[in-house]
């Protein structure tokens, strides 16, 4: 029988604590120490931990630090290491004393009993798109700041735009605004000038993201998205950063659930109760169907596009369901924000078919 070490690695900007839990189970349990978050440090005592075992396996929880340590652990032979999903750890509702010491020594005694659930780790090229995708997202919202800016501060001065906001014609109408206080004057030029700046900014991301697209190892994934209602490229784009390869998960409803969008459950001995989205894994590529799905709230109609026979016929298949299914939902008096909901979750299933049907074979 292999002599295996479980090493939990609890992780900050400077330090890492580390724990050892040794096999079986009901084996010693010691805090090994304190190190420094410096990847020769750390490489230096996993290689003396491994001249007492077999094999090392590894883990601490995602965070800011990223995935640094995974990488490097995972490139020593005889070492596995795991990225631990922090919201499905398990803690003990009366413990109210939290320290470094004692979550190194929880993740590794938590290790050796397979309590922990790991989470999908991209790799280095994967991670890049996913990061260009979120400066974009938060370039975004940057824009949309200014922009509530501009319009807080006119409304306070009683000047209220009749047409459709932030168009050309309205950013015209903007520069030509005038105040009796130069004050004013002064402040609101800043804010134009901010707006145009994020502005930019947003354009200068979207056209990153079109260039780099085709030469990712997803672009067929991708490609095949579009061919979906609501999911242009930005939006494929997204969908396919934040989720990865959907063939990962065994079925549709996996996927719905790591996304968040099934509806959590209170249920005991025959009565079943079911509540809101339980909003769980990830927020962001929830968001994105979400935006993809009110695309449905209107009557369905063709999207152009040059997919495979297979994807064009499960993209038709959603443009339709998901369509009447709307109508249908709205016709029971239900309201739209939940109705869009449900075909978001809906969109998730057609979104894992077209991945099986449109992977290239070499995948």
Not at 193 to 209: M, S, T, W
Not at 247 to 254: C, I, M, V
Not at 257 to 262: C, R, S
Not at 344 to 349: K, L, N, Q, W
Request: with cysteine; aromatic share 8%.
């Amino acid at each position: 029988m292999e002599d295996i070490l479980f090493v939990g690695l609890d992780t900050d900007k400077n330090w890492i604590d580390v724990a050892i839990a040794a096999s079986p189970r009901g084996g010693e349990v010691r805090h090994y120490g304190r190190i420094r978050n410096d990847p020769a440090v750390l490489s230096g005592v996993i290689r003396k931990l491994l001249k007492g075992a077999d094999e090392l396996v590894v883990c601490y929880e995602a965070g800011p630090c990223g995935y640094g340590i995974y990488r490097q652990l995972n490139e020593i032979d005889c070492v596995s290491c795991h990225v631990i999903a922090p919201s499905l750890i398990p803690r003990r509702s009366g413990d109210r004393i939290k320290t470094n010491r004692r979550d190194s020594l929880s993740l590794a005694k938590l290790l050796r009993a397979e309590e922990l659930t790991s989470i999908w780790v991209p790799d280095e090229a994967h991670e890049a798109v996913r990061d260009l995708v979120r400066a974009r997202s938060s370039a975004v919202s940057d824009l949309g700041r200014c922009r509530q800016r501009i319009r807080s501060f006119l409304l306070r001065h009683g000047i209220i735009y009749s047409g459709k906001a932030w168009t050309g014609k309205h950013r015209i109408w903007l520069s030509r605004l005038t105040f009796t206080q130069r004050a004013h004057e002064y402040a609101f030029s800043e804010m134009l000038i901010a707006l145009d700046h994020a502005q930019a900014q947003c354009d200068r991301l979207v056209q990153y993201l079109e260039e780099i697209w085709q030469n990712w190892s997803l672009a067929w994934l991708v490609e095949a998205l579009q061919a979906l209602r609501g999911f242009a490229l930005i939006n494929a784009i997204t969908v396919a950063s934040e989720i990865g390869d959907p063939r990962r998960f065994e079925t549709p409803r996996q996927l719905m659930a790591f996304v968040g969008l099934v509806p959590s459950e209170h249920s005991t001995g025959e009565k079943r109760r079911t509540g809101a989205l339980t909003k769980t894994g990830n927020g962001r590529v929830r968001k994105a169907l979400i935006e993809a799905a009110w695309t449905y709230a209107r009557p369905a109609k063709n999207v152009k596009h040059t997919a495979s026979p297979q994807v064009k016929a499960i993209a038709d298949k959603a443009r339709h369901r998901l369509s009447k299914r709307y109508r249908t939902l709205t016709g029971r008096g239900k309201r739209a924000q939940v109705a869009v909901c449900a075909l978001a979750r809906e969109a998730v299933g057609f979104i894992w078919a077209i991945a099986n049907a449109a992977a290239p074979k070499s995948c």
